[in-house]
């Protein structure tokens, strides 16, 4: 293996991944006078921020808190967030010419509905503070030798080690091999002894195996806006049919709350109570058949669907105590066991990481490895769907960088 060692003195740190918490480090270690290099192992920096939000990056939510964050500790954001808040990220995309506008549920978006803006704010401050981004530099290992850090790199195919005094983790999580996912952030913690919170993908879409997959495919693009549940918490969204199961946004969002073999709950109509609604409808329209009221509330297809599972060739007066007990049932608390979800290929985050148990809450040193930082998406905490991932990215980096 040709192995040069080469002396980056001139570094006060080395971050490893140029992703959205990697590149907010380097800009804000920048802004206090401190040079850092950054290695990237794809051709280019900001891979994700390029394709989140569909290609137009919803870079925070108005209305994040710690409360949308789920991690073995809940409190351990909070210091990040209060050191950069979302009126920081604003204000910071406002100073580079990125306005936002709001769009469902407090996300922001640029007004330019462009990713690439957001990316392009961070390499033109970078080039502006002479900090450096190593692209097609993938970070093979990294060891600690008394108190240098040891960084192995192959670049454009060659083998070298990188020496730093600080070393910022922010190489991200599982989720698509293709942008650049590795478990780089997991391998380094572990050869260390960091502890890992179990890891799974999350706010991924849930599969639907056997006997029910067919009447599943049937609603294939059909979507729904309805109370998704189980016993750790709820989310009012649309969901998605799709041939192999379910997504949209509130099956995402369940998806991180959910574990192999539990049920998920579905309130089909979460704003009516279907008991009541037939009740006042067979008043003025006993004759008019379940599946045709049905599909006035819906759609004819759902309607339609849902006729092997209810009376509904059956009249609304006609309608007995056992029926609208199914109905209210079928509609109010619609029950479904996923298979499984479907993978890293298709989340959008990593659940668990890096624990917050070996990391100062305050800087995100490692408390085991002074010099060593942890931020974005490899620490152990993970955002809903709705920009709040990226408010971690931000917030982490921001931290970092004022510690190095
Ligand atoms: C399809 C999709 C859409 C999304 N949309 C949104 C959204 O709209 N809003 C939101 O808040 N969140 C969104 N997210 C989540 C968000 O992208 C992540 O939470 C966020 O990017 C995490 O930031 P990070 O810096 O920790 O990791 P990343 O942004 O993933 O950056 C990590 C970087 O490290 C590099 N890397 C990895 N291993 C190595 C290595 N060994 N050597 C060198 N480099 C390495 C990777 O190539 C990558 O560029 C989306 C995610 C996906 C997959």
């Known amino acids: ?39 990237e192992k794809n051709d280019r920096p900001g891979a994700k921020i390029l394709i989140s939000g569909g290609g137009r990056c919803n870079y925070t939510n108005l209305y994040a808190s710690a409360q949308q964050f789920s991690s073995q500790n809940e409190h351990f954001c909070k210091s990040a967030f209060a050191q950069w808040t979302v009126e920081d990220t604003v204000t910071f995309f406002e100073a580079y010419g990125i306005t936002g506008q709001e769009k469902t549920l407090g ?173 006042q409808e067979r008043v003025e329209n006993g004759k008019k058949m379940l599946l045709n009221y049905i599909a006035g509330l819906f759609t004819r297809k ?21 029926d609208l007990e199914n109905i209210i049932s079928l509609i109010h608390q619609f029950k479904v066991k996923p298979a499984g979800d479907k993978g890293y290929d298709k989340a959008e985050v990593m659940r668990g990481g890096v624990s917050t148990d070996e990391l100062s809450s305050k800087t995100l040193e490692a408390k085991k490895v002074p010099g060593l930082f942890f931020g974005g998406e490899c620490v152990d905490v993970t955002g809903w769907l709705g920009g709040y991932n990226f408010q971690w990215a931000w917030a982490s980096g921001f931290v970092i960088a004022q510690n190095l």
């Open 1 to 39: 293996m040709d192995t040069k060692l080469a002396k980056q003195t001139d570094f006060d740190a080395i971050i490893i991944g140029a992703g959205a918490c990697g590149l907010m480090c380097a800009v804000q270690a920048g802004f206090l006078g401190k040079r850092v290099l950054v290695l």
């Open 107 to 279: 996300q922001l978006f640029p007004v330019s509905n462009k990713a690439k803006d957001v990316v392009a704010v961070f390499t033109s401050l970078c080039d502006d503070l002479g900090q450096e981004i190593w692209c097609d530099t993938e970070v093979e290992d990294v060891v600690k030798v008394g108190d240098v850090f040891q960084v192995a790199i192959n670049r454009h195919g060659s083998n070298r080690l990188l020496l730093a005094n600080k070393v910022v983790v922010a190489s991200g999580g599982l989720p698509i091999q293709k942008l650049g996912a590795t478990d780089l952030g997991l391998r380094i913690a572990r050869k260390l002894d960091m502890k890992i919170s179990e890891t799974a993908p999350a706010l991924v879409p849930l599969t639907i195996t056997g006997k029910d997959q067919p009447w599943y495919e049937q609603l294939s693009g059909n979507s729904i806006y309805c109370r998704v549940w189980n016993d750790r918490i709820s989310f009012e969204e649309n969901i998605l049919f799709t041939h192999w199961g379910l997504s949209g946004p509130a099956i995402l969002q369940i998806s991180s709350y959910w574990r192999p073999g539990e049920w998920v709950y579905i309130d089909l109509l979460p704003n009516q109570n279907i008991a009541d609604l037939i009740q």
């Open 302 to 322: 759902f309607a339609e669907a849902l006729s092997d599972k209810l009376p509904s060739y059956k009249n609304l007066a006609s309608l007995n105590k056992q």
